[in-house]
């Protein structure tokens, strides 16, 4: 009887191993962008990306029947709050690069799309966090309303009211970016 509780526990870790193996070459970039945006930086992104995983894996069994991306959201969301919390003062500083250059984009376009890009986060960041981590999640990383709301702890409803909030803020503060950079 302990050899076959041995034998069927063997065959449970092993699989698991797959299943999280599997999860993380799909979802290594998506989940990495994610707490790029978060902390804007790469190093800082690079250690919450691993300590995601690792959690990940410890609470695999955990995971219940809703979609992966945004599961794995959600445990890299509390990791990042854990993170801030232990820091208590981080000092997000620094552009790193968020991805090579695609082939047949110029140097020059892929740098203006990254000055953009990163330029939009620096503003997104200046919202109130739940408007932002809404925004983030919905417009920036394509979750939909449902799988954002799980990652936020929210009600749907409440989630569409942040987004809805965060986009008027975010449009005001662009178009104020904007006559700024026109004077």
Not at 7 to 23: A, F, H, K, N
Request: hydrophobic fraction near 35%.
């Amino acid at each position: 009887m302990q050899l076959y509780n041995t034998l069927i526990r063997v065959i449970y870790e092993r699989r698991r191993g797959m299943e999280i193996e599997e999860i993380y070459k799909v979802y290594i970039n998506d989940v990495y962008r994610y707490l790029f945006s978060l902390s804007r930086s790469h190093h800082v992104a690079e250690d919450l990306m691993q300590e995601t995983f690792y959690r990940a894996y410890l609470y695999l069994e955990d995971y219940e029947n809703q979609k992966v991306k945004s599961w794995l959201f959600k445990v890299a969301y509390h990791t990042f709050i854990d993170f801030v919390r232990k820091e208590k003062k981080v000092s997000f500083v620094g552009t790193e690069e968020l991805e090579t250059i695609q082939a047949g984009e110029s140097t020059e376009e892929y740098v203006v799309a990254k000055n953009s890009y990163e330029k939009l986060i620096q503003i997104i960041h200046t919202l109130p966090v739940v408007e932002a981590q809404a925004i983030l999640l919905c417009d920036v990383h394509q979750l939909t309303y449902e799988e954002g709301a799980t990652v936020l702890d929210l009600k749907v409803n409440t989630y569409k009211s942040h987004i809805f909030r965060g986009r008027k803020r975010l449009k005001e503060l662009l178009k104020e970016e904007k006559s700024q950079n026109d004077k």
